[in-house]
């Protein structure tokens, strides 16, 4: 094979490895046939004299991972570790950015809800939310291919780079949010230091640690969190210790039910929220590995964080009800202010410190959304995709800085609005990703992995985006946001505030259009 044919930048389409199919016959699931038509080899990025190549073979002498939204050949996948992948989400979840969406719950100002029925809520809904990111984390292995690469086979060639926008939107978002959550906890700990301060420090952390790509990210995860969760138990303990907790009585009526609803589209938003990129944390586990065993090792690595840390969350949270301390703690700064009122008072310079490794957590946090950006921006055209992913990651980190520096001094209402806007988009991706894999490709067998590239093959996106064009309609009757109460939205609880139905809705027009649509584009095209 040529050089030439081997230079991205003078090849616009992927390189194309030939040969039989990969026979699995170890490992998980056996006897399976992978066709590795489309893989990418690793020293394909490195050849040639382009400025692509120039940069890869820079990256490389470092060991900053060189591939982006290529796929990965089969024997490129050596990691065959699942303890990884649930190691992955719970140090990503198990940090102060969860337990700040607890605090929602029973904060008298926002949802106002018991601590009983806030806790159901984060039980049921976070079981609900999690089901996808497990579903789709089990794709990675058998194709290779990352997550926005795998929606091309819902919305097409071109129909997915509209879902990579939003995606781009939603990781930026999620880290902008995320950074200024951690950048108040240092604030708490030295008020001398200024939120941006505080924002470029993790910033800059999280950037380190994505530069080196896919390894490192999961070596960082798996190494961090059992700081952070003795750092946690601290807090259980302390809050014990001060007997603040108020077991704030279960609510009735129609108020307490629009308050759970739109708590929960909250909840589903966080939970949900990595749904859009969970393939590309096990592209280089082996094609043989076993779907359920990596649905249950995702799913264990999700459920127990978001539970511990938001129903901690919704539990300190009740203190604000009948202890100035705390509520004066909370006005002053917030999240990081509730958690020094735990830690300060018997702690001391020690307390101090946990707040500050707390802070920190919010690198493990941000680590998958500033890795997935990159991948997202390559798949806008092919021009982005010479860009190298690593050149990605410094710009995503850039932007989410200008973003979250303004956005600092309005946290909470930021948290709010945009995880009910990450929820309802999700549903619709998930609504339209789950129709076609169950009721149109019948399941992992129906798709035809070696056309993951060639536009003319997969599906014209006429459907899908028509579909998306619903999902929103329903997001927008469904919603109850500050600024806007959707029709059906109003009609459950308060009218003044009513009950957020969004993502419910958008789900369900999303994936029952799809389904009308879907047998008609394919009567015309046939793809």
């Not at 001094?409 to 709010?416: M, Q, W």
Request: neutral net charge; hydrophobic residues 45%; glycine residues 12%.
């Amino acid at each position: 094979m040529g050089v030439d044919e081997y230079d991205i930048e003078k090849q616009p389409d992927v390189v194309h490895t030939h040969g039989s199919p990969t026979h699995v016959g170890h490992g998980g699931e056996k006897g399976l046939y992978v066709d590795e038509t489309g893989a990418v080899p690793g020293e394909s990025f490195v050849i040639g004299d382009s400025l692509y190549a120039r940069l890869q073979r820079f990256a490389g002498r470092f060991n900053i991972e060189q591939r982006g939204i290529e796929r990965v050949p089969e024997n490129e996948r050596t990691d065959t570790s699942l303890v990884k992948v649930g190691t992955m989400w719970l140090a990503a979840n198990l940090v102060v950015s969860s337990f700040a969406i607890g605090l929602l719950g029973t904060n008298p100002n926002i949802y106002a809800l018991g601590f009983g029925d806030a806790c159901l809520t984060i039980l049921f809904i976070n079981l609900l939310g999690i089901t996808p990111v497990c579903f789709f984390s089990s794709f990675g292995p058998r194709f290779g291919l990352r997550q926005m690469v795998l929606s091309r086979f819902y919305f097409g060639y071109y129909g997915v780079k509209v879902i990579a926008c939003f995606n781009i939107v939603a990781c930026i978002g999620w880290s902008s949010v995320n950074v200024i959550v951690g950048a108040q906890l240092i604030n708490t700990v030295n008020s001398g230091v200024p939120g941006y301060a505080g924002i470029i420090i993790i910033a800059a952390c999280t950037f380190i640690v994505t530069l080196f790509g896919y390894k490192v990210v999961h070596a960082y995860e798996m190494y961090t969190w059992p700081v952070i969760l003795i750092v946690f138990f601290i807090v259980v303990g302390e809050f014990a210790r001060s007997k603040a907790f108020y077991n704030i009585p279960m609510g009735v009526g129609k108020s307490e039910t629009g308050s759970v609803l739109s708590f929960a589209a909250s909840i589903f938003g966080f939970a949900t929220g990595w749904t859009s990129y969970a393939a590309d944390y096990t592209v280089y586990q082996p094609v043989g590995t076993s779907r359920v065993k990596t649905f249950f090792w995702t799913w264990a690595g999700l459920i127990f964080p978001l539970l511990f840390t938001e129903m901690l969350g919704a539990a300190i949270m009740t203190a604000t009800i009948n202890d100035t301390y705390y509520s004066d703690m909370f006005q002053k700064s917030s999240t990081g202010g509730i958690l020094g009122a735990v830690l300060f008072p018997h702690l001391g310079k020690f307390g101090s410190f946990c707040l500050v490794l707390l802070a920190l957590s919010i690198i493990a946090n941000n680590c998958p959304n500033i890795y997935s950006v990159s991948l997202s921006l390559q798949i806008l055209g092919r021009w982005t995709q010479r860009v190298p992913r690593f050149v990605w990651t410094f710009l995503g980190t850039l932007i989410y800085i200008a973003i979250a520096i303004p956005g600092y001094s309005h946290f909470e209402s930021v948290l709010t609005n945009f995880m009910l806007l990450i929820g309802y988009w999700l549903a619709i991706y998930e609504g339209i990703a789950l129709a076609e894999h169950f009721f149109f490709k019948h399941g992992i067998n129906g798709y035809k992995v070696e056309i993951y590239d060639r536009p003319s093959l997969l599906p014209p996106s006429i459907a899908p985006l028509i579909a998306f064009g619903f999902g929103i309609m329903g997001a927008v009757m469904g919603m109850a946001q500050v600024w806007f109460v959707g029709p059906i939205g109003r009609k459950i609880g308060n009218p003044m505030f009513g009950g957020d139905v969004g993502f419910e809705l958008a789900f369900a027009f999303a994936g029952i259009s799809y389904c009308i649509l879907r047998p008609i584009e394919l009567k015309i095209f046939g793809r």
